[in-house]
């Protein structure tokens, strides 16, 4: 009997010790918060690196910094002409004379796209001067002293993420261009404290919205705390405000944007914990909108006080800038919050922050009343046209059919045949190989 006992104690000794090394080795293939995080910079910057997007963006923006500069590289002068190109053709084709000029043209823009691809893997805009020395009268100062090439992408982000948030309907590639101008957005010493907070809080919205979660929350995070850091002096009065009005309003915006990158990483309790703060700011301030009363709908359920949650739904349904069909989601929302449900369905998705962003951005007189604000009228006109122009290029380049290419491509198709027939990937390989040899030793 005394061995049986030792042998079952022994047994569950081993037992547990196998149990303990399990749970180790278990607990060892858990990545960390900081890892996941940085997976999805590491994703980010190959996104970057393939976008087809960046190419004809990245090469406006430097033929139009390096005009007239002898340094200018022609393989992106000859792209941008070749996108000038397609302004002259119509929206639709009409006959076939014009159907096989519009095949010749998008075939050309494509040869000078990837030869001024290849071209932006060595060359970079920041070589040339300023888009302000571009835009602004002979003379004018600049619209900070410390202003630099950083603070320029900084300022462009801003404009194109809020254009991001706007466009619903995915055909503007925002989001790469965005990403793009942050990764140039970097902080120096010289920039002002509440500038450097903005690159990390433009940097966390524009992760947040692309899924990059724990990128995000880094950003977020570190964004709040330098926030909190700085004495209300080291922000401006703005619209006879007070410093320290305005660092409530950066706050607030803070604490919602990271509840709202909390609910994508499904840790809801410390989402409401961010949407809670966050509107105690606003109630301070006054503020009264489409924000906050999804959030106190939001907190009002989690709190279990369903009427009111479904009070500030109906004040929610009633805003003048939400469509029709997204005013009737809200409004079942309220009537099944009356009935005492448990969750806020709409607002658990990525496209609620999409839908509150647009409500904001059209109280606000509109993306282009917005950028009208940040860069001047023309400014703004210069920066919106040529996205929707580019997308025109887009779709009409994919609404060519083989038949129509075949139609117009003519000599250059041909030699793409040569090559095996593989459509844009047998152009491709060619034209890397032409640029190669093409290149001296």
Known sequence: MKDSACARRGLRHRIAALVLVGLTACGGCQKTDAERAAKERAEI??????????????????TVRAEDDPRAPEEVAQLWKALAETRALPDKPLNDEVTRAAARTYLDLGIAFYKARKTLQTRDEDEFPLLW????????????????????????AAALLALDAAEKSDRIPATELVFYELSRATPSPTWPAPLRAAVQ?????AFCQAGYHYAAEE???AFITETERFPPQAF????????????????????FL??????????ERAAEDDIEQGLRSLQTLGVENELTWWGWAFIHTRRGRYEEA????DKLAASPYLEEAERREVHDNAETLRKHGDSLPLFQQTRATLLLGRTLLARAGGLEHVLTVLVGPQRAKELYAPLVWMDRVRQRTASLSPEQVAQGAGETLDRAREAGNRGWKALQERLDKSTAQDSPP
């Open 45 to 62: 910057d190959e996104r970057l690196r393939d976008s087809v997007a960046l190419v004809p963006y990245r090469a406006l923006k430097l």
């Open 219 to 221: 950003e977020l995070t």
């Open 236 to 255: 401006p009065a703005i619209q006879q405000g007070t410093p320290e009005q305005s660092r409530e309003v950066v706050l607030a915006a803070g604490h």
């Open 201 to 205: 809080a433009s940097r966390g919205a």
């Open 310 to 313: 479904a009070a500030s739904l």
């Open 133 to 156: 020395t571009r835009w602004a009268a002979p003379g004018a100062p600049m619209p900070l002293s410390s202003y630099d090439a950083g603070q320029e992408h900084a300022f462009l």
């Open 258 to 267: 990271r509840a709202w990158n909390r609910m994508g990483l499904k840790r």
